[in-house]
């Protein structure tokens, strides 16, 4: 049997806040919080289908329940033995006694939403914390010996894109075990609608909230931080509609990687003006290479006037590389 992730989702359970962006039911597609002995009984079924699987609780802030309540969640999961237990939380809700609870039911990574590391960012969004108690619980929970996955977030109020940038900069200097980046979306029924509603907040475009992400995504690159995750899963609310305004795209991931893509290929193709070219590239990449719909090739073409570009196959090509040359 493979491994798998089973998530149990857990909408504002826990959360002493409600963030101006957040309204996690329709987020997640689900409005129902699942009790602990239902939970049990999902993993029963989840588990009878992978045997080598991982429970996550996603969705609210875990760490910020009740600990009789988060000890029954654990006890829950613990008993099927998982491969691990992952959850997510606000980093004002993390302290010893909850590390220590953690560890004593296997729990091997803490999702931490630090959305921003600007103090003025936070404020305007409604978080209830700073970025120094984003320091304070990544430092903790990597010395207590879990996994840290830190999330961060693109165009909330108050942020421009030196913000962004910086932001990321100094997660990365945290050294996370991975992150996660969301672009801002303007949901339904949250505060964030009344503020861009009344134009007390305006939405990052999808090119926009790309160019930035794009960059973003170089510096964890060079950092060697894996990107586990970039924009929101889509669900049926999110495309039916709930989501209003700014930067979601159920394929927004893809046009990241392309538009970094497209950036390292302008370089490259310096000096190939007015040829026509063959890019050769392992298989994984040639997607990103093309572009979402094709979009990179059709702007190579017109930047660099080419005649042609042809796009092959080579498996012996390093997954980031390219190799360019005429075709003659």
Request: proline share 5%; glycine share 8%; charged share 25%.
């Amino acid at each position: 049997m493979s491994y798998s992730v089973i998530p149990v989702f857990i909408p504002h359970s826990g959360c002493p806040h409600d963030c101006v962006f957040c309204n996690q039911k329709r987020i997640a597609g689900t409005i129902e919080v699942p009790k602990p002995h239902e939970v049990s009984a999902l993993l029963d079924v989840a588990f009878k289908k992978s045997e080598a699987a991982e429970v996550a609780f996603y969705g609210g802030s875990f760490t910020a329940l009740p600990m009789d309540e988060q000890e029954e969640y654990l006890k829950a999961a613990a008993k099927f033995n998982p491969r691990g237990i992952r959850l997510s939380t606000r980093p004002d809700a993390i302290n010893g006694e909850i590390l220590e609870l953690l560890k004593r039911y296997g729990v091997k990574t803490v999702e931490l939403g630090a959305q921003s590391m600007d103090d003025e960012v936070l404020k305007a969004s409604g978080r209830g914390h700073n970025a120094d108690c984003v320091r304070t619980a990544s430092r903790e929970i990597k010395e207590a010996g879990f996994n840290l996955i830190l999330q961060m977030m693109v165009g909330l109020p108050q942020e421009d894109k030196n913000s962004a940038i910086s932001t990321a900069q100094e997660i990365a200097r945290i050294k996370p075990d991975g992150v996660r980046i969301y672009p801002t979306v303007v949901v339904r029924d949250t505060c964030l609608e009344d503020m861009w509603r009344t134009g007390k907040y305006t939405a990052l475009t999808v090119c926009d909230a790309v160019e930035i992400c794009a960059e973003i995504t170089e510096i964890f690159n060079t950092h060697k931080i894996p990107i586990i995750r970039m924009g929101l899963n889509p669900t049926e609310d999110l495309n039916g509609g709930d989501a209003l305004a700014g930067a979601y795209h159920p394929a927004f991931g893809q046009l990241v990687k392309g538009r970094v893509r497209l950036g390292k290929l302008r370089a490259a193709l310096a000096g190939m003006e007015g040829k026509a070219i063959v890019i050769r590239a392992n298989p994984r990449g040639i997607s990103e290479i093309a572009g979402h719909k094709g979009v990179n090739r059709k702007i190579l073409l017109s930047e660099f006037n080419l005649k042609g570009i042809t796009i092959l196959s080579d498996e012996d090509i390093p997954y980031e590389d390219v190799q360019i040359s005429e075709d003659k």
